[in-house]
Every structure is written in structure tokens, then in C-alpha cells.
């Protein structure tokens, strides 16, 4: 009976010793391993892509200092300076999209992908016509201006002197001279400009 006792409690300690040493293995090497969120410790893109779009696509181009890579891309943290330079007869108005405000230059940082618009508009100028002496004739413009009385820059423009009846033009004076009658200009900046009329002489009868 001794004999076989010892046999059983033999064959327990090695159970135990087994149990004991497996345990310590899956401890230190455990067949499952935690879950790691891949989107938590992705790596940030080493470029963004900066788009810039004109409108109207002709009215100018945006500079773009330092300029991109060959793909349009810069590495994150670039600091870019957007310069926006107006094709003739229009100016810069405004940045849209993922910038906005007129400051111009501007400088932004990359750091996620841009889309930005510069608007520009079309430049316009104001015509003043005076008649002197008041009354005595009116100047007709063609084409008509715009509401407001302007023109777009670069528009020719023709003014015709009629005189009242006794009245015959004389000259013109302020932003033009001359006595050209009609006579056609170009509307580049803001203009003053005065008709002049003299009484016509009464033909003396003999």
C-alpha cells in the first residue's frame, strides 16, 4: 500500500510540476496577442497635394513660392507663398476654398491637402462727360456705359459733341483735347471730360 502511495503522489507532483511550468510558458508567449489599431498609429503622409484654380481661368495665375514638386505635392509643413497677379484689365478679389480673405501675397501652411480659388474681376473705369455752358448741347457714348457709368478697361469708346441749336462745339478739355469731333478713346483709367460750345455768330445781313 506504501508502494503505491508513493506512486500516486509521484505522478501528482509531476502533473503539477507540468501544469506549473505550461502556465509560465503561455504567460511569457501567449498564443493570442492584443489588438493594435492600425489607424491610431499610421504614419501622417509625407506630402499634400496644393491645387490652385483661377476664376475666371484668363483673368491671371497664382505663384506658388517655393514651387511643388513635379506631382503638385509639398512635404508636410511647408510654408508656400500665394501670390495672385491679375491678367491686363482685371484685379485679384478674394481666396476661397480652404483659404480665404484678399490678402495678397499670402503665405500658408501645408499640412493636409489644399484646394483654393482665386477670383479675380474684371477692372472698370468711370467716364464723366461735362457740357460747357451747361445745356447747350450733350455728348453721345458708344457703346453705352454700364449702369453705374463705367466701362471695362480697354474699351473704345466713341464720343459724339451735338450742339444745341444756335450752339456749335468748340473743343474738349480735361482728360482730352482737341476738337476732333467724333473722336474715339481708350478707357483706361477714370475719366474727366468736358464738351465746350460757343454761341455761333448771327450772319450780318448787308
Not at 480652404?98 to 467716364?127: Q, R, W
Not at 478739355?173 to 476732333?180: H, I
Request: contains cysteine; aromatic residues 8%.
Amino acid at each position: 500500500m506504501k508502494k503505491r502511495s508513493l506512486i500516486k503522489i509521484l505522478i501528482l507532483s509531476l502533473i503539477f510540476i507540468f501544469i506549473f511550468i505550461v502556465s509560465g510558458c503561455i504567460e511569457k508567449n501567449p498564443l493570442v496577442q492584443p489588438q493594435i489599431d492600425n489607424d491610431e498609429n499610421e504614419p501622417l503622409p509625407d506630402t499634400y497635394l496644393l491645387s490652385i484654380t483661377v476664376n475666371p481661368y484668363e483673368a491671371g495665375i497664382v505663384l506658388k513660392t517655393p514651387a511643388p514638386n513635379a506631382d503638385g505635392t509639398y512635404p508636410n509643413g511647408t510654408s508656400v507663398k500665394l501670390t495672385a497677379l491679375p491678367a491686363s484689365g482685371y484685379h485679384f478679389n478674394s481666396w476661397s476654398g480652404d483659404l480665404t480673405g484678399n490678402t495678397n501675397p499670402v503665405t500658408i501652411i501645408i499640412d493636409s491637402l489644399k484646394d483654393i480659388t482665386a477670383t479675380f474681376e474684371k477692372t472698370t473705369f468711370k467716364i464723366t462727360i461735362s457740357v460747357y455752358p451747361e445745356g447747350r448741347g450733350i455728348v453721345l457714348l458708344t457703346p453705352a456705359p454700364n449702369a453705374d457709368g463705367t466701362y471695362p478697361s480697354g474699351t473704345s469708346v466713341k464720343l459724339t459733341a451735338l450742339p444745341a441749336s444756335g450752339y456749335h462745339f468748340n473743343s474738349w478739355s480735361g482728360d482730352l483735347t482737341g476738337n476732333t469731333n467724333p473722336v474715339t478713346i481708350i478707357i483706361d483709367n477714370n475719366k474727366n471730360i468736358t464738351a465746350n460750345f460757343y454761341k455761333s455768330a448771327i450772319p450780318v445781313e448787308t
